[in-house]
């Protein structure tokens, strides 16, 4: 369990279409401002790690000691690049607690980065494709696009069509990114433009349209975490209540994909270890890397049952002013999904969340939080449970 480790700072880049920007300026950038916030003399953190998935995006490709371009006080600490697909955020953030657990660090920078816009799409789709099964010929030619396309082909067979639930998850997204300013993408569009294939809205891989996928994006996020002895001594403190990860198997010939097991288990196993249930939390941000997964989140989360997740929208769970809101900051689907950066900017926006410190995408007196972030089709899953301590 990872209760006694906390998040004591964040620091947050813009995410977009960042040209100019290297993958270094993004490192540094948030790196930097993480430090500042915690007010602290850099020669005090232990080590660093770094989620970058990369995949030939960059030719950067010995990353991790780029942090410690960010001062000259970091240099000799050490530094290591963490990778397990789009959750390599996420896979960062739990070497650095384990690091803090294993009594081997007391303070420890955890940034994400992805320099990704300035390739081309189709460069980025084979880039991505690449953390899918390469050993059979069938899987190994389908793009991500395609996977979570057959995804919806099967819950439309299985269950029902869920392309209506999927339009309303994409407006929902973009709706809440308009209140954060450091979203990619800040324009509204309606349920009835995101349902209607157009000029505008194409088809990517049928189903999915332009609106069922998130955004090419350049983009990093940076959290400082502390041991229990070091927290105390920061303004503010969020703790890290649970966390748990679960890998399933990577061919998709070898489990059923729609029942989204992984994620399952993995949130199931944060609850228990947190001893809360969905009802007990206050917001959620999740990997909605594809609109189709987000509602399959809904229902591994267990806000409604397999086959139903649509309900968590009808009866307005899900929405910026429900019960239990999903993806404030706009999710992937409008915030953006610099990959390795992705799982970082999670943590950094709920520690923000639950320290009062979120603006326009503050959920008021939010105490708990769930955080979901995923590498490839449902393979790589990690579930955090934010709890406030301090703000």
């Not at 939390?281 to 990997?287: G, N």
């Not at 307005?316 to 900017?345: C, I, M, Q």
Request: glycine share 10%; with cysteine; aromatic share 6%.
């Amino acid at each position: 369990m990872a209760e006694n480790v906390s998040i004591v700072a964040s620091g947050h880049t813009r995410f977009g279409r960042l040209d100019g920007q290297t993958l270094e300026d993004l490192i540094v950038a948030a790196a930097a401002e993480a430090i500042d916030e915690a007010a602290i003399d850099p020669a005090e953190i232990d080590a660093v790690y770094l989620g970058h998935f990369n995949s030939g995006m960059v030719a950067d490709g010995f990353a991790a000691s780029l942090i410690h371009q960010t001062h000259p006080g970091l240099r000799f600490k050490p530094a290591t690049r963490c990778e397990n697909a789009c959750a390599s955020g996420a896979a960062a953030i739990w070497a650095g607690v384990n690091a803090i657990r294993a009594g081997d660090a007391e303070l420890v920078l955890v940034v994400g980065a992805e320099k990704m816009t300035a390739n081309t799409t189709e460069q980025v789709t084979r880039a991505l494709a690449g953390a899918g099964y390469q050993n059979n010929p069938d899987e190994a030619g389908l793009s991500f696009p395609q996977l979570f396309g057959i995804a919806a082909q099967q819950y439309q067979a299985r269950y029902r069509d869920p392309l209506p639930a999927m339009a309303q998850i994409a407006a929902k997204n973009h709706a809440n990114a308009m209140f954060n300013p450091l979203a990619h993408m800040q324009r509204e569009v309606s349920v009835e433009f995101c349902s209607t294939v157009s000029d505008k809205n194409p088809l990517i891989a049928p189903p999915l349209r332009m609106t069922d996928c998130s955004l090419i994006t350049d983009g990093a996020a940076a959290i400082l975490l502390a041991s229990p002895a070091r927290a105390k001594r920061f303004p503010r403190e969020v703790g890290l209540r649970a966390m748990a990860q679960v890998n399933d198997f990577l061919p998709l010939g070898k489990r059923d994909f729609l029942a989204f097991e992984g994620p399952q288990r993995a949130i199931a196993q944060a609850y228990a270890q947190a001893g809360i249930s969905a009802a007990q939390l206050d917001f959620a941000e999740v990997h909605d890397c594809f609109t189709i997964a987000e509602l399959l989140i809904y229902e591994a989360m267990g806000l409604a049952p397999k086959g139903e997740g649509h309900r968590a929208l009808a009866e307005g769970t899900v929405l910026r002013d429900g019960a239990l809101p999903v993806n404030l900051s706009g999710g992937l689907k409008a915030k953006g999904h610099p990959v390795g950066a992705t799982g970082v900017s999670m943590h950094a926006l709920g520690f923000r969340q639950l320290t009062g410190r979120a603006g326009d995408i503050q959920r008021t007196d939010a105490a708990l939080g769930l955080v979901f972030n995923m590498g490839g089709a449902a393979v790589a899953n990690y579930a955090s449970i934010l709890e406030a301590k301090r703000a």
